[in-house]
C-alpha cells in the first residue's frame, strides 16, 4: 500500500501518519506520533500537510484537538479534481510543445529489405517527390530489385521531379517521364553527387548505393523544408 500512496504524491512521513490515523479512526496528536513512530512537533506539520490536501480534519472535544481521516473515497475526489485542473491546461501544454518540441525522428536502414521500407515509406505520403543527387546507381538497383515501384508510384498518382547529372542511363529513363509522371532537368557531368536525396512531406531520404545500400530518413518539417530550397535552387540551375 505504501507505494501505491507514494505515488499518489504522498511522502514517507505523511504515509506513516495517514495511515497510522487510519487505523486509529481518531485521536490525539500524542497518539498519532506513538503510532506513527515520528516526533510529536513533526507529526503537527505533517498532519497540517494532510489537511491541506483534504485527508485529514480535526474536532475539539473537551478542549482538545483530535484529528481524523477522511473517508478513503475521497482520494477519488482528489484525482478527479486533479484530472480536471490537468485538463484545463493541456491544450496550453500541447501548443506549447508543438511549437518548441519538434524533435527529428531518424531511422536507419540497410540492404534490400532496407530500401523496401524505405521505398513504402515514400508511397504512403502520397506527395510529390523531389529527388537530386546521382540517380544512375538508384535507377539500376531498382530495375534489379524492385522494377515494379515506379510503376506503382505512377499508379498512385505521384508525381516526381528529379535533379540528375546528365548521362545517357538519365536520357533513357526520361523519354518514359510523361508516362511516369515524372519531370527531369539535369546538371552538368562534374556536379555528379555521390548519394540520392528524396524529399517528401516532412521527410528526408538520402541513398546511398555505393557498394550496399544504405538509406536514412530523416522526419522533422524545417529540415525537409531546408532541403526543399536546396532542390529549388538544382532545379531552377539545372536544364531539361
Avoid: C
Amino acid at each position: 500500500m505504501e507505494p501505491e500512496l507514494k505515488s499518489l504524491g504522498l511522502t514517507d512521513k505523511e504515509i506513516k501518519v495517514y495511515l497510522a490515523l487510519l487505523n486509529l479512526g481518531i485521536a490525539l496528536v500524542n497518539d498519532i506520533a506513538k503510532k506513527a513512530g515520528t516526533y510529536r512537533t513533526y507529526t503537527y506539520e505533517v498532519l497540517k500537510s494532510l489537511k491541506e490536501k483534504g485527508l485529514v480534519s480535526h474536532v475539539i472535544k473537551s478542549g482538545k484537538q483530535y484529528y481524523e481521516v477522511a473517508p478513503p473515497e475521497k482520494w477519488q475526489s482528489i484525482l478527479k479534481e486533479k484530472e480536471q485542473k490537468f485538463n484545463k491546461i493541456l491544450p496550453e501544454l500541447k501548443k506549447i510543445y508543438s511549437i518548441t518540441v519538434e524533435k527529428p525522428r531518424t531511422e536507419v536502414y540497410e540492404g534490400k529489405e532496407g530500401l523496401k521500407t524505405v521505398l513504402d515509406d515514400m508511397l504512403k505520403t502520397k506527395k510529390t517527390i523531389y529527388v537530386y543527387g546521382n540517380t544512375k546507381k538508384m535507377w539500376q538497383y531498382l530495375q534489379t530489385n524492385f522494377p515494379q515501384f515506379i510503376l506503382k508510384r505512377s499508379s498512385l498518382g505521384i508525381k516526381t521531379k528529379i535533379v540528375d547529372v546528365r548521362s545517357k542511363e538519365a536520357e533513357k529513363i526520361n523519354t518514359k517521364s510523361k508516362v511516369e509522371l515524372r519531370e527531369m532537368r539535369f546538371l552538368p557531368k562534374q556536379y555528379e553527387f555521390s548519394m540520392t536525396t528524396n524529399i517528401y512531406g516532412n521527410k528526408v531520404a538520402m541513398l546511398s548505393f555505393q557498394d550496399e545500400f544504405v538509406g536514412i530518413i530523416i522526419e522533422n518539417k524545417s529540415i525537409a523544408e531546408s532541403q526543399k530550397v536546396v532542390f529549388d535552387f538544382l532545379w531552377s540551375s539545372a536544364k531539361p
